[in-house]
């Protein structure tokens, strides 16, 4: 889940329904293989979420798609909002889901999230256009239902990569790229605004360019004009910062799975470097 990055003010979030749903299932059938692959001793491998090992992570998924079918999580044998590594009413919800399930099998857990996602994928499926772009309140603050989809299928990407990255089983590079991969990127691009504005502080006039580089290639251009702002292009003027990183490397350190300091080498500032190590020190913006 993510920090408020959005206001009602802002335009609202177009996105096609086909193109999200087609992203958002294909990474649950990945996700449903990679688990059917895990022997059942992986599931209790720890993660690099704090607390949470691969089944932790699985419960987690589970429970965001049965709230979204307003189903009520399970009850609690602790004050689980006491717990380190729970902030917020959403870190309650989750761990509430977390602790409930930890007493199920591998076998069945990847039952329960075959059922879960496939209550959630007719669900989906029969949504009107009306229903998809219906303004609501999303983890990324109010915006169309379709926002909200495609924050689903960024918070399943990232952990379907939790659970690779913890059980050693990572995709080789070339099936690295995907429609998933591409929706969770665009996702994090909308909030590069609010990262290197409100995090990270850039300066009135900064230009900033995240090259990411490797198989999740792309450019992300983001111009601090009074507030700053994900752009195409900066026309005619040049960069104020440029910051090159591999791509999964940056999904893992906006997604806060590990930092710029684990990675001295693996990170190359140009122009104002100050400005673009304390961007990438914020990159973290999820909850």
Not at 36 to 46: E, F, K, M, V
Not at 97 to 106: E, T
Not at 239 to 255: C, E, K, Q, S, Y
Not at 270 to 281: H, K, L, N, P, S
Request: proline share 6%.
């Amino acid at each position: 889940m993510f920090r408020v990055v959005n206001s009602p003010s802002r335009p609202v979030t177009v996105l096609t329904k086909s193109d999200v749903l087609d992203g958002l299932f294909a990474v649950w059938d990945d996700i449903e293989t990679l688990l059917g692959d895990l022997p059942d001793s992986q599931w209790t491998t720890a993660t690099s979420l704090p607390g949470w090992n691969v089944q932790d992570v699985v419960s987690h998924m589970i429970g965001t798609e049965s709230f979204l079918e307003q189903l009520p999580s399970p009850e609690s044998d602790i004050d689980v909002s006491t717990l380190e590594h729970v902030r917020n009413p959403i870190g309650v919800m989750n761990e509430q889901w977390v602790r409930g399930l930890r007493h199920y099998s591998p076998a069945e857990m990847l039952d329960r999230f075959r059922s879960i996602t496939e209550r959630r994928r007719a669900a989906l499926t029969a949504m009107s256009d009306d229903e998809w772009m219906q303004v609501t309140a999303t983890p990324a603050g109010p915006d169309s239902y379709a926002r909200f989809m495609r924050v689903r299928v960024f918070d399943c990407w990232m952990h379907e990569h939790d659970i690779r990255e913890a059980v050693g089983a990572p995709l080789p590079a070339a099936e690295l790229d995907s429609p998933g991969t591409q929706l969770a990127l665009d996702e994090m691009t909308a909030s590069m605004g609010f990262v290197v504005g409100k995090r990270a502080g850039a300066p009135e006039g900064a230009r900033v360019v995240l090259e990411l580089t490797g198989p999740l290639a792309r450019t992300i251009n983001v111009e601090v004009a009074g507030r700053a702002k994900v752009v195409e292009s900066f026309g005619d003027a040049e960069p104020t910062t440029t910051i090159t990183v591999d791509g999964l490397l940056f999904t893992r350190l906006a997604g806060g799975r590990t930092t710029a300091a684990e990675h001295p080498d693996e990170i190359a500032y140009g122009g104002d470097a100050a400005v673009g190590r304390r961007i990438v020190e914020h990159l973290d913006y999820v909850i």
